[in-house]
């Protein structure tokens, strides 16, 4: 029997005819994330607070021949994400990003209130769209929750409580919602970046001040940078079904823990 020319076959994109909902979409990792899935042929659904950006971006994606949709959301606001979950026509893919940093205090004088938004979006938030999601995942057949946690979430650093208390909470929700779901046909994938420099997550966790978010990765000749994070997701939502990437660290040549960075000045 002739074997058929793998060069004269079809090749079908790995996302092709599959919908991914990016979570955090507007900027940084999330955004990355959109067009790296949408390179794959994933019919990309972008949700952020932020309506005008993840707008900009879904025009961006449909303009270079991909399938995007906005649809502005809060995580931390239940009934929306019901909401948003009821019209979903399907999902095979969730990217949990949505999150961020607030602060650099010390435990004794943190604040709660920064503490407690940093809990609502990156503990709850992820709770909310996951919950509200997993049917629609586990109906698909072939569905795929990804955590976006952070090296936060594996090792405490100082100034870093109020942070890493909630990553590490994120880390154990994807944990724990593996050993819960077993046997059933959804996969559970946790990765947790380093140090990742992006137009606003230090600069946000500063509240603002540029020169303190600069100094985050002064001397740091190549921090990641969102794009390298979008790869790795990209990546590890692409094996095979029966491949599960349970956790995924990845950091900066330069970074061998949150507290010992290689700075050239």
Known sequence: MTRPDPSTQSRTAPGAGRTAVVTGASSGIGAATARRLAAEGFHVVLTARRKDRIEALAEELTAAGHRATAYPLDI????????????LAACEVLVNNAGGALGADPVATGDPADWRRMFETNVIGTLHVTQCLLPALEASGDGTVVV????????????????????????????????????????????????????????????????????????????????????TIGWAVTRPSHVNIDLLVVRPRAQASNTKVHRTR
């Open 76 to 87: 931390t606001d239940r009934a929306a994400v019901e909401s948003f979950a009821a019209g």
């Open 148 to 231: 976006v946690s952070s090296t936060a979430g594996h090792a405490a650093y100082e100034g870093g409580g109020g942070y890493v208390a909630a990553k590490h909470a994120e880390h154990v929700l994807a944990e724990t919602l593996r050993l819960e779901i077993v046997g059933r046909p959804v996969r559970v994938i946790e990765v947790a970046p380093g140090m990742v420099r992006t137009d606003e997550f230090a600069t946000t966790r500063f509240r603002g001040d540029e020169e303190k978010a600069a100094k985050v990765y002064e001397g740091v000749a190549e921090p990641l940078t969102a794009d390298d994070v979008a790869d």
